[in-house]
């Protein structure tokens, strides 16, 4: 069965990065893309951005351009999400997910458990 | 890009009623349209994709419909395991926008 296990929870200060790990498995990982998702506390889901495990190949949302980097170890088959800069706003629930499908456009099928960021001084 | 309007953005209903959620697309995005439901302190869960194809193991009260720009998640007959929020998401491109989400409550 398809499990996508991120990693731990993290606390971070204004102006630093975090590194959130998303450890796949149950299916072959370069076939699918990834997107990562986050929810601020008490508020909707955001798409963050999409990154084929195949060819390594990025969409970011626009308003993290320049911040948020998304990379895949096709050798673990894990895939990454940096997001450097942090802002108080960024304390959400960083989730990462599994397109349903193996080829593009799809919908999320599968999800991570969620790893909690929160920026703090 | 494109901008998914849900509405309403809360409702309460009676155990057993009929709840229509719509979702609107700011430009057609022909029937890249999937419904998420997120109970609460859980993750999100796919309902349904493609606008109307229901996902494999979601209860058959849930259906969606809809193409282009209007797009509708209907539950026929509410139970209380359905007490959630519930989102649309375009996929037709990027980025790939969810709407604000709709909370059911039962009343």
């Known amino acids: 069965q398809v499990q996508l296990v991120q990693s731990g929870a993290e606390v971070k200060e204004p102006g630093a990065s975090v590194k959130v790990s998303c450890k796949a498995s149950g299916y072959t990982f370069s076939n699918y893309g990834l997107n990562w998702v986050r929810q601020a506390p008490g508020q909707g889901l955001e798409w963050m951005g999409w990154i084929s495990a195949y060819t390594g190949n990025t969409n970011y949302a626009q308003k993290l351009q320049g911040r948020v980097t998304m990379t895949t170890d096709t050798s673990t088959s894990i895939a990454y999400m940096e997001l450097s800069s942090l802002r108080s706003d960024d304390t959400a629930v960083y989730y990462c997910a599994r397109d349903l499908g193996a080829r593009p456009p799809s919908t999320i099928g599968y999800w991570g458990q969620g790893t909690l960021v929160t920026v703090s001084s | 890009d494109i901008q998914m309007t849900q509405s309403p953005s809360s409702l309460s209903a009676s155990l057993g009623d009929r709840v229509t959620i719509t979702c609107r697309a700011s430009?057609?995005?022909?029937?890249?349209l999937a419904w998420y439901q997120q109970k609460p302190g859980k993750v999100p869960e796919l309902l349904i994709f493609a606008a109307s194809t229901l996902q494999s193991g979601v209860p058959s009260r849930f259906s969606g419909s809809g193409s282009g720009t209007d797009f509708s998640l209907t539950i026929s007959s509410l139970q209380p395991e359905d007490v959630a929020t519930y989102y649309c998401?375009?996929?037709?491109?990027?980025?790939?926008?969810f709407g604000q989400g709709t909370k059911v409550e039962i009343k």
């Open positions: 430009q057609g995005i022909s029937n890249y």
């Open positions: 998401q375009n996929y037709y491109g990027v980025p790939r926008t």
